[in-house]
């Protein structure tokens, strides 16, 4: 076969891989059909929140304007990249409309495997073209390890749900931004000695944990598993994630302190006691755990790519 039609067949194929593995990410999944998470935000709420097509992902404009914080497997999952000739392009949707920017180029995280969210180091980076209007607001990076017992507020595109029923896979065809709340209850490492699963590699302190509580301790998953981790959750506030925002932020005082990365029913960890409320293991009900990509853990990395320090 002529060359040049082999690489444009691989380079087709590797397109049609990586939307099919980004849509494997995480939106806002609200508690209960009356829950204030259910309604789209206002367009002057989170401007700085852009959605990525065509990997159909979350990211967060950082200080500066130049510089998208995301998740890696939304570029990189299973070992597939996104093809240098791929139009990534970041979309603010901003009180007076959409505006589009081009990625320049990307950054992933060195220690990122291209497999297993849960391991770790799921971040990237990506560079815009040109700087995002003044209009889309600037985040700071959360510096401070003191993540754990926080209430933190999710932002993200992609599907919506219901706790009880998880997520929708027909709703938010337009991408609106959504948010609600949540606690981190632990770092990642507790997983680490105390599941069924091989979590050998894990990198230690590099992730924060939180379950989607229903009010009850039937659904209190990491209370189950973990006394000292009891909490019912936020009630009505309480949100977890599901399919189409993978790289959204977790905004803790106004700062990024945590990235969207996986989310999955206890059973994918334990083999008893299991607090999921449905045998689907990733459609984001009540009980499922999710895991973010701390940010603190990745500072330095984040600093040295952007140009800060």
Request: proline content about 3%; overall charge negative; some cysteine.
């Amino acid at each position: 076969m002529n060359k040049v039609i082999k690489i444009l067949l691989m380079t087709i194929l590797t397109v049609l891989l990586v939307l099919e593995t980004a849509e494997a990410g995480r939106s806002i999944i609200s508690a209960f059909g009356d829950s204030s998470s259910r309604k789209p935000l206002a367009l002057e709420q989170h401007t700085g929140v852009a959605y990525l097509e065509p990997v159909q992902c979350t990211g967060s404009l950082l200080t500066g304007g130049l510089h998208i914080l995301t998740a890696a497997h939304c570029l990189n999952e299973g070992g597939v990249k996104v093809p240098a000739g791929t139009a990534v392009t970041a979309n603010f949707k901003l009180p007076s409309g959409q505006v589009t920017i081009p990625i320049s180029n990307y950054y992933i995280h060195p220690g990122w495997t291209g497999y297993e969210s849960e391991v770790g180091n799921d971040l990237a980076i990506l560079k815009l073209k040109k700087a995002a209007p003044p209009t889309a607001e600037r985040y700071e990076i959360n510096r401070n390890k003191n993540e754990v017992g926080q209430l933190f507020t999710k932002v993200g595109y992609g599907y919506t749900g219901l706790g009880a029923k998880g997520q929708n896979e027909n709703s938010n065809s337009e991408a609106k931004r959504y948010a609600g709340q949540n606690r981190y209850d632990a770092l990642g490492d507790i997983l680490r000695n105390a599941t069924e699963s091989d979590m050998s590699e894990l990198v230690l302190g590099s992730q924060l944990i939180f379950d989607f509580d229903d009010g009850t301790a039937e659904h209190d998953t990491l209370g189950r598993h973990f006394p000292q981790l009891a909490d019912r959750g936020l009630g009505k506030n309480e949100i977890a994630t599901a399919s189409g925002d993978s790289g959204g932020p977790s905004f803790v005082g106004g700062k990024i302190a945590g990235i969207s990365s996986w989310g999955y029913s206890d059973r994918g960890f334990f083999k008893t006691n299991i607090g999921d409320i449905d045998k689907i293991d990733n459609n984001g009900s009540f009980g499922e755990i999710s895991g973010d990509t701390r940010v603190s853990f990745y500072a330095s990395w984040i600093d040295k790519v952007t140009g800060r320090r």
